[in-house]
């Protein structure tokens, strides 16, 4: 049998051979076509991945745009700065307390000298971007006030820093706590969209004063009607002054003696460039004849800014 199998193997060995060098040739020339492609592949598909990874940057920048436009009348939000503010005008410093993380005597003090002349806050509207931290908020409020003896509503804009607490529940912070929080806030209030806001608001004021005698005595003697980003629990945070504007202080370094806004130029409608808060150090360049002064100082993140702030708020160091 094995001489059998020998005799066929050498009478088919060269159909054998043959169907081996056919198996072979479909193998290499199989692998050759893998090979082909795959070294074409990176070539022909480089523009499809590029696109793809441009798609996914362009949607990533969107969505932090869109993040970090103001967004108007959150639920939550506009809930609990009506129920603050609803406090805030009955005199209800238990209820103050629950929606604040700290409400010292202090800080009572402070409202209760701010809401002197207000009876009541209406028409309230919130202005929210996100917060440093996840759960956090940078809120401007708008309202009108309604103060003693003046008929006429007073538009006014406040500033808020909300926080959410361990059991989910949104409370109003210290928007001073720290340098690094104090920094953040202070950019967004650069943000063309705060900007829009403030010169809105300082609009609006603009007008009712101007429909209304008492309101205009009451508001612009004291140099800026708008009392913008005023910061609730501090003192009020704008480039006022009482009177008559103060012409020519001491250059060199002085310090604020109340919180004050920064502007761009010397003018209640320059840009805010940001917050002196009480006692902080300027450096005092030059002195106005219209009762500001051209200051520059460092933030806590050590960016240089120079701007304009009303002269009476500026005092020697003590």
Known sequence: MLDNFREWLSDNLRYILLGLAGILLVVIAFFAVRLVKGLGSPKKNEPETQQVSTERTTEAETEKKKTTTLVQDQPEILDLVTRYYTARANKD??????????????????????????????????????????????????????????????????????????????????????????????????????????????????????????????IEPSGDSSNTTSGDGTSEGDDTTQGEPVVGTTTGTMQATTEVNVRGTASTDGTLYGVLTTGMTVEVLENTDTGWSKVRYSTADGTTIEGYVMTQYLAEVQ
């Open 93 to 218: 410093y238990d209820a103050l307390a629950a929606m604040c993380e700290v409400f010292d005597d202090t800080a009572r003090s402070e409202i209760e000298s701010q809401d002197a002349a207000i009876e009541s806050y209406s028409n309230i509207m919130t202005y929210s971007k996100p917060g440093m931290t996840d759960g956090s908020y940078v809120v401007y409020i708008y309202f009108d006030a309604k103060l003693t003896g003046i008929d006429t509503l007073a538009p006014s804009l406040r500033e808020l820093y909300l926080v959410t607490d361990v059991e989910g529940n949104l409370m109003i912070a210290d928007k001073d706590s720290n340098p690094e929080q104090e920094d953040y806030i202070e950019q967004l209030r650069a943000d063309d969209d705060v900007q829009a806001l403030i010169k809105d608001v300082d609009k609006k004021l603009d007008d009712a004063c101007n429909s209304d005698p008492a309101l205009k005595e009451l």
